[in-house]
């Protein structure tokens, strides 16, 4: 069932791609619908966090990967449960919105399900939610109400799964490609800096040899307090 060559952690930055993906496309959803934070699902306070997260999502997606023991097949099926939540209460009046207030707390429970389905060795939730930075009772109460709102439905078929892997590869093609347009800019612009700078120092020595006398005054005799030299410098 694993196919993707790569560590679980190397997953993080494309999962966070896709996952931040879905944020804004909800975001922008509720906008269009006008729909109030209020009217969000009522299992969806379970989720929310009470201030800003500390760290990023990949941050965080990294250290739930290189603590966790998770392999890549578990973190695709993460990746599966979060678009599954979604899409089962994405309608109604009071749907279930990924945003970034949540998707660190949905993405643990997420993850140790999956753990928990797929892995035949696993730790305790008391590991897992000193991984995830939480208390292990919220981890309790997170794990029951995704159980709950997912209907314990937790099988993914594997061509379910493939569209997932395949999602992650084109994701982290994207991501290198990002990268290396970073590199090609920073180079760019060190190189840039570099001539900036060479220039400036140019420029300083020509201004500091304009002040020396020149080789006629200097054959002359003439001399820094004579008249004659004052007018040759300025």
Request: hydrophobic residues 50%; proline residues 4%.
């Amino acid at each position: 069932m694993q196919h993707l060559n790569c560590a679980a952690t190397d997953l993080a930055e494309p999962v966070a791609l896709l996952l931040t993906n879905l944020i804004k496309s909800q975001q922008l959803r509720a906008q269009q619908q006008q729909q109030q934070a209020q009217a969000q699902h009522p299992m969806a306070a379970a989720f929310e966090s009470r201030r800003p997260a500390a760290v990023s999502l990949r941050a965080y997606l990294v250290r739930l990967a290189q603590y966790s023991g998770a392999q890549v097949n578990t973190v695709v099926a993460a990746l599966a449960y979060v678009d599954r939540l979604v899409e089962m209460h994405s309608g109604g009046p009071a749907p279930f919105l990924i945003t970034d207030a949540n998707v660190h707390r949905v993405v643990l429970a997420c993850l140790v399900i999956a753990l928990k389905f797929f892995e035949d060795h696993f730790y305790t939730n008391a590991f897992y939610a000193r991984v995830g930075g939480v208390p292990v009772e919220e981890l309790n109460a997170l794990e029951v109400a995704l159980l709950s709102m997912l209907q314990f439905s937790l099988f993914i078929t594997p061509e379910l799964y493939q569209q997932y892997e395949q999602a992650l590869a084109a994701a982290a093609a994207f991501c290198l490609r990002q990268r290396e347009q970073a590199a090609i800019l920073a180079a760019a612009a060190a190189q840039e800096q570099q001539q900036l700078e060479a220039a400036v120092r140019y420029s300083a020595k020509e201004q500091a040899l304009s002040w020396y006398p020149s080789a006629a005054y200097v054959a002359s005799g003439t001399t820094a307090s004579e008249p004659g030299y004052a007018r040759q410098v300025y």
